[in-house]
């Protein structure tokens, strides 16, 4: 699992279609109606420009949203896109760490996907044992 604070979008060697990992937090804010950039323009979109985020909210009720939301997105990447958590990873720490991100604002969604990245195992990702 990737810190927020030690940079997770250095994880991600760069915003490609060609990365699982960004290619599914894309695809998966998209339905659910958190951004509707085209995914080129998508990496570098901060948390406080995705539609949950809301700027008269109390931190504690923007931290409530994030929890919602990346309940939502560890249900589809497990449910829908049958990920599997990485070695050593459990779902609260998986969670915990979009939260983080998801609640500051500067974050980006480039940073959300190098989190979900390590966070995750996604299928087709090639390293199934």
Same mark, same amino acid.
């Given at each position: 699992?990737?810190?927020?604070?030690?940079?997770?979008?250095? =994880?991600?060697?760069?915003? =490609?279609?060609n990365n699982?990992?960004?290619?599914?937090?894309?695809?998966?804010?998209?339905?659910?109606?958190?951004?509707s950039?085209?995914?080129?323009d998508s990496?570098?979109?901060?948390?406080?420009?995705?539609g949950?985020?809301?700027a008269?909210?109390s931190s504690?009720?923007r931290a409530?949203?994030?929890? =919602?939301?990346a309940?939502?997105?560890?249900n589809?990447?497990?449910v829908?896109?049958?990920?599997t958590y990485?070695e050593?990873?459990?779902?609260?720490d998986?969670?915990r760490?979009?939260?983080?991100?998801l609640?500051?604002?500067?974050?980006t969604v480039?940073?959300?996907?190098?989190?979900?990245?390590g966070?995750?195992?996604?299928?087709?990702?090639?390293?199934?044992?």
């Amino acid at each position: 699992m990737t810190s927020p604070t030690s940079g997770p979008a250095d =994880s991600v060697p760069s915003w =490609s279609r060609n990365n699982l990992a960004c290619a599914t937090t894309w695809t998966t804010l998209l339905v659910l109606d958190q951004l509707s950039e085209a995914f080129a323009d998508s990496g570098a979109l901060r948390m406080d420009q995705l539609g949950f985020w809301n700027a008269a909210a109390s931190s504690d009720m923007r931290a409530l949203q994030a929890r =919602s939301l990346a309940t939502m997105m560890d249900n589809m990447f497990r449910v829908i896109r049958h990920a599997t958590y990485e070695e050593g990873v459990t779902g609260v720490d998986a969670k915990r760490q979009m939260v983080a991100i998801l609640t500051d604002g500067a974050s980006t969604v480039r940073a959300l996907a190098a989190a979900n990245d390590g966070n995750y195992r996604f299928l087709g990702e090639g390293h199934e044992t």
